[in-house]
């Protein structure tokens, strides 16, 4: 993290918090409170774009010009609906990073969330698993594992409809040991207030249309290669040759299947960005938006 940038989010959020311009903390439950809000949320998230901006290495590489009066015009309406934030990008990009440094900051300030892995909705190929023998004699037999017929997308748009309503849900799970097995309905998932739906599947078909928030993580080809061959490697226990002929089938699924999502969404981030910096920057969205005169 550029240490320029490190003291200027701190100095910003020192700045926020000491500055005696502000304004009454709205009343949330009337339209015009919200109302009220909606132009500051506005206001302050230009204000942490201009900033982002400047930086050595920006997280913000792209957002769509009417994104801000989008969501601040939902929040208004249906204050009460769960924020759905969808967060997609290609394999190795960082997306599960990204959810876990963004699940662990809306933690620190008391705020609920809940994270959803669309992995999970990997249909069942235990049994092509034991016709080919393993996992990788079915993906070289032209088995597409990425596609979106290779998810239930039924039961994930039922799920993502149930879970945004309030409704806790039970998913299913994959097992990521090399047998292709789908449990159903073996993880309990909580419905908070703030849902995170991460992994190339969460955007397939009209999934897309349930978000709040569509973000697209873009990385460096050559640092997710990085990334996916340490990781299949060291945690999923594959030879290095096997990684690397895995890669070659990912980078092009994810020109098929994945990419195409990056012209639907709201946000692109950079998944180089340094983790601690994007840690700063949401702490100092959450520094802006909560910090009322009472």
Same mark, same amino acid.
């Given at each position: 993290?550029?240490?320029? &940038? ?7 959020i020192e ?7 502000k304004i ?5 439950? !009337?339209?015009t409170?919200r109302e009220l809000?909606?132009f /500051?949320?506005?206001?302050k ?7 982002? =901006?400047k930086?050595? !290495?920006p997280i913000?590489?792209e957002i769509k010009?009417d994104?801000?009066q989008?969501f601040?015009?939902r ?9 759905m934030i969808?967060?997609?990008g ?16 809306i933690?620190?300030f =008391?705020m609920?969330?809940t994270i959803l892995?669309?992995?999970? /909705?990997f249909n069942d190929i ?5 016709i080919?023998g393993s996992?990788?004699?079915?993906r070289?037999?032209?088995?597409d594992? &990425?596609s979106p ?11 993502l409809?149930k879970i945004?309503k309030g409704?806790d849900?039970k998913?299913?799970? /994959?097992?990521?040991n090399g047998?292709?097995v789908s449990v159903?309905?073996a ?6 207030k703030?849902i995170?739906?991460?992994?190339m599947?969460s955007m397939?078909?009209?999934?897309k249309?349930i978000?709040?928030?569509k ?6 080809p ?10 299949a490697?060291a ?5 290095? &040759?096997n990684?690397k002929k895995?890669?070659?089938y990912?980078l092009?699924?994810?020109e098929?299947y994945?990419k195409p /999502?990056?012209?639907d969404?709201?946000?692109i981030?950079?998944g180089n960005?340094n983790?601690?910096?994007f840690?700063?920057?949401l702490?100092y ?5 909560n910090n009322?005169?009472e």
């Amino acid at each position: 993290m550029n240490e320029d &940038d490190k003291l200027g989010i701190y100095h910003l959020i020192e700045k926020e918090l000491n500055s005696s311009d502000k304004i009454l903390k709205p009343d949330f439950t !009337q339209k015009t409170g919200r109302e009220l809000l909606a132009f /500051y949320l506005q206001s302050k998230f230009k204000q942490v774009l201009a900033y982002d =901006n400047k930086a050595a !290495q920006p997280i913000f590489k792209e957002i769509k010009h009417d994104f801000i009066q989008k969501f601040s015009t939902r929040l208004i309406q249906n204050p009460s609906k769960r924020i759905m934030i969808g967060i997609t990008g290609e394999s190795a990009s960082g997306k599960t990073t990204i959810c876990k440094t963004i699940s662990e900051v809306i933690k620190k300030f =008391n705020m609920p969330v809940t994270i959803l892995t669309t992995d999970n /909705y990997f249909n069942d190929i235990s049994g092509l698993i034991k016709i080919y023998g393993s996992f990788d004699a079915l993906r070289d037999s032209g088995y597409d594992v &990425d596609s979106p017929n290779s998810f239930q997308l039924d039961i994930l748009r039922e799920d993502l409809e149930k879970i945004s309503k309030g409704e806790d849900i039970k998913t299913p799970e /994959y097992l990521l040991n090399g047998t292709g097995v789908s449990v159903p309905n073996a993880k309990l998932v909580n419905s908070n207030k703030i849902i995170i739906v991460e992994g190339m599947a969460s955007m397939y078909g009209d999934n897309k249309d349930i978000y709040d928030v569509k973000i697209y993580v873009e990385t460096d080809p050559e640092l997710r290669k990085d990334w996916f061959l340490k990781r299949a490697c060291a945690e999923r226990n594959q030879d290095l &040759d096997n990684a690397k002929k895995h890669w070659e089938y990912i980078l092009g699924a994810g020109e098929r299947y994945v990419k195409p /999502y990056r012209a639907d969404a709201d946000i692109i981030i950079n998944g180089n960005t340094n983790l601690a910096y994007f840690s700063q920057i949401l702490e100092y969205i959450h520094t802006i938006t909560n910090n009322f005169e009472e």
